[in-house]
């Protein structure tokens, strides 16, 4: 039982820590899978360390107690989240949603998809410029959750 490298840059980690980190997203993936998600649970994600990381919502305590118990493990990281998976899903529906719309807005989101790690909904915009921020928050949501990130033409003209 040795060390070994990952992609993560600069990082050696245990394998023993890292098969523990692995089994214990099994486990939560395959409790959400089938409970669906805890009203303050935010999201997972395996931290650069290589920790099994929960994000939480307050840090509510029912809910830490509940992923522990999910897992039988004492070694779950928790981190405080500002928004729930439930609404960060809410918001991606409301952005998906207009993308089929045939405006000018709509026509210039690529992307929505939910990062856990930063807790946020990431809007890809072909154009993210300030005025074209405005327009999207103007027209489809001007929520805070909400962080726009420049995107690429799928098929360059």
Known sequence: KGWREIDMPNSLINQDALYDA???MDKINAYLEKNGYPEKYA?????????ATVSI???DDKTI???KKITGSNA??????????LSLLAEQEKVTDYMGKN???AKNIVS?????????LQVGLLDNSSG??????KNVSSSPMIEFVQEQAEYPA
Do not use: P
């Open 112 to 120: 929505a998809s939910i990062s856990v790690k930063i807790n946020k």
């Open 103 to 105: 405006d000018a807005i």
């Open 22 to 24: 692995d089994t214990s």
């Open 65 to 67: 107690a509940l992923f």
């Open 43 to 51: 999201g997972h994600f395996l931290s650069e360390d290589g920790k």
């Open 57 to 59: 919502v307050g840090m």
């Open 132 to 137: 074209e921020i405005e327009k999207f928050k």
């Open 76 to 85: 779950l990281q928790f981190i405080s989240a500002k928004y729930s998976y």
